[in-house]
């Protein structure tokens, strides 16, 4: 059984599922008594996120519905990189949220340093922003991927093509 086995490690967000969430968080502000009036909105935009409200508070409000609605559809909110609460027109506040996708150099080294520490018998390279992890036995990459699941990174790690 010399031939290695590999799989690739990578960080997406399912920007269709992205878009439900927004739609069903947009249906539920409509709806709602308490943003009855409001000039509350949520806007995607390529890779962002624009929030807009009537002040700090509606705005958070807005998040925490958005928040919901990502978790149900199995969004990570890791993939959001929050912005400053800005003033907006018209007596409104805005914020901008980043949507995070790919494995940032930063993070991929960090990744491979801990799975090079881990002593298992296994090498992992960084591709663009994904990051393959070659090895001789599955139990060891099953290990690496037991060892990151459960690291505390900054961002939602998947893993797949596990040959």
Same mark, same amino acid.
């Given at each position: @059984? /010399? ?6 490690? $990578? /960080?997406? %967000?399912? @920007? ?6 927004? +739609? ?6 409509? #709806? ?8 509350? !909105?949520? +806007? ?6 624009? *929030?807009? !409200?009537?002040?700090?508070?509606? &705005?958070?409000?807005? %998040?925490? *519905?958005?928040?919901? =609605? @990502? ?5 990570? %909110? =890791? ?10 027109? !018209?007596? #409104?506040?805005?914020?901008r949220i980043k949507l995070r996708s790919g494995i940032d150099q930063t993070n991929a080294k960090? *990744?491979?340093? @801990?799975?090079?520490?881990?002593? %298992?018998? $296994? ?10 992890? #070659?090895?001789?036995? =599955?139990?060891? &990459?099953?290990?690496?991927m037991q060892m990151l699941r459960s690291a505390d990174l900054p961002l939602e790690l998947a893993f797949m093509n596990f040959k």
């Amino acid at each position: @059984m /010399s031939s290695e086995s590999s799989f690739d490690i $990578v /960080s997406k %967000l399912d @920007m269709q599922e992205m878009n439900n969430a927004v +739609t069903q968080a947009l249906r539920e502000i409509e #709806t709602r008594f308490d943003f009855k009036n409001s000039k509350s !909105s949520i +806007t995607l935009e390529k890779e962002e996120l624009v *929030i807009v !409200s009537d002040d700090e508070f509606k &705005l958070q409000n807005v %998040l925490d *519905i958005l928040y919901s =609605k @990502m978790s149900k559809r199995g969004i990570s %909110l =890791k993939n959001l990189d929050h912005g400053k609460v800005e003033p907006a027109a !018209s007596q #409104t506040v805005k914020q901008r949220i980043k949507l995070r996708s790919g494995i940032d150099q930063t993070n991929a080294k960090k *990744i491979n340093v @801990m799975i090079r520490d881990s002593k %298992l018998k $296994v090498k992992s390279q960084i591709q663009g922003d994904q990051i393959r992890v #070659t090895g001789k036995s =599955k139990d060891d &990459l099953q290990q690496v991927m037991q060892m990151l699941r459960s690291a505390d990174l900054p961002l939602e790690l998947a893993f797949m093509n596990f040959k």
